[in-house]
């Protein structure tokens, strides 16, 4: 008999005689044949069926100490991988949802999504993380999780996922630190991020990046306010800009089809005014928004404005670099649009305006998402 045949009928035999001890002696006597040797998968389904009859009734510290033994392996069944990866004990889970290759997309994201955050954390750790995965990581992961992955050389992010790790590093310089240090970081992501990193998170990455350190700079200052250092309020061509956009609000010609015809004639200046006086926020709140291209932001107000896609894509490209979005991005962003809810929305842009009443100005609150 092939050793494959005599491991695989000791296995059964095992089972049939339903010893604890033999049990134990046989699986892993057949698991260290089967990481040890080179097998077919047809071969290795077939130890995968029995050894998944025999892990079912074992003990936490051998289900334990079979995912050590299965973790790095290639020839580990697919089947027995995955029922130690949703095992709801993370030293059980832990090592084949970090280390093993057989685990495949579609099962680290459906693990993502129903498990708990010691197994996403095991995830965010994999020497390698595809971006299916990553968006998940992002968006379900506490902070601990986030920064572990935006740390990890082997993760790939797509733009949605750099997005929420801008937004979610607010107040976190740690992330904010590591976001920046990522060599796959695009111009624009990197802008933004700059723009709402503090002082401290700059000056670190200039040290850790000294070849983006006038990159740097160049956000900052772009952040400070591209209305008010090119056609600042104090010059007359601004205040008499400001009057003509103001009286016509008063007569009820400021509505959602002058915004839309000012995003689209990229009339910058215009539809900063008109959305502040629609919003009843500064200019400042509304430049600052569109210049660090919140895209978060821009569709809570085109929502709470009970604004048409139309319009909020037309202020989204107006934020944009050089006015240009990518269709996989657009999609993205018309979704969050449709899904997003209007009292929340409005909710959200009332918390904006009470802030700016009182008075506060020294950092604008977070989009609740």
Not at 205 to 232: D, H, M, T
Request: net charge neutral; charged share 25%.
């Amino acid at each position: 008999m092939s050793e494959v045949g005599h491991a695989l009928q000791q296995l059964n035999e095992s089972i049939e005689r339903g010893s604890s001890e033999s049990r134990a002696k046989a699986l892993w006597h057949a698991t260290d044949i089967l990481v040890g040797g080179e097998f077919s998968e047809e071969q290795i389904r077939l130890f995968g069926d029995v050894i998944t009859r025999l892990a079912e009734e074992i003990e936490l510290a051998a289900r334990a100490e079979l995912s050590r033994r299965l973790a790095h392996s290639n020839n580990a069944p697919p089947k027995v991988v995955q029922m130690l990866a949703f095992d709801d004990a993370i030293v059980v889970a832990g090592p084949v949802l970090q280390f093993s290759p057989r685990l495949d997309v579609k099962a680290l994201v459906a693990n993502v999504r129903a498990k708990g955050q010691p197994h996403l954390l095991a995830i965010a750790r994999r020497a390698s993380v595809p971006i299916e995965v990553t968006d998940e990581l992002v968006t379900r992961g506490n902070q601990e999780v986030v920064q572990s992955v935006a740390a990890n050389d082997g993760a790939r992010f797509s733009d949605f996922g750099f997005r929420q790790m801008i937004k979610r590093a607010a107040g976190d310089a740690v992330l904010a630190e590591r976001i920046g240090l990522r060599k796959d970081i695009g111009p624009q992501m990197f802008r933004q991020l700059i723009a709402k990193a503090s002082d401290e998170v700059r000056r670190k990455l200039e040290q850790e990046r000294p070849e983006l350190a006038k990159e740097i700079q160049a956000s900052v200052s772009q952040a400070a306010g591209k209305l008010y250092s090119s056609f600042g309020p104090g010059q007359e061509s601004y205040l008499a800009l400001k009057q003509a956009v103001t009286e016509a609000h008063k007569a009820g010609r400021i509505n959602e089809k002058t915004i839309y015809a000012y995003a689209l004639a990229h009339r910058f200046e215009e539809a900063v005014i008109a959305l502040s006086l629609l919003c009843s926020l500064p200019p400042g709140v509304i430049e600052q928004m569109l210049v660090v291209n919140n895209r978060d932001m821009i569709l809570v107000l085109a929502k709470a404005l009970a604004f048409s896609w139309d319009t909020a894509m037309a202020l989204l490209f107006l934020g944009a670099e050089n006015h240009r979005i990518s269709s996989s991005e657009l999609e993205s962003l018309k979704a969050e649009f449709k899904r997003a809810d209007i009292r929340m929305s409005r909710g959200i842009l009332e918390v904006y305006q009470s802030h700016w009443r009182a008075g506060q100005s020294a950092s604008m609150p977070r989009p609740l998402h």
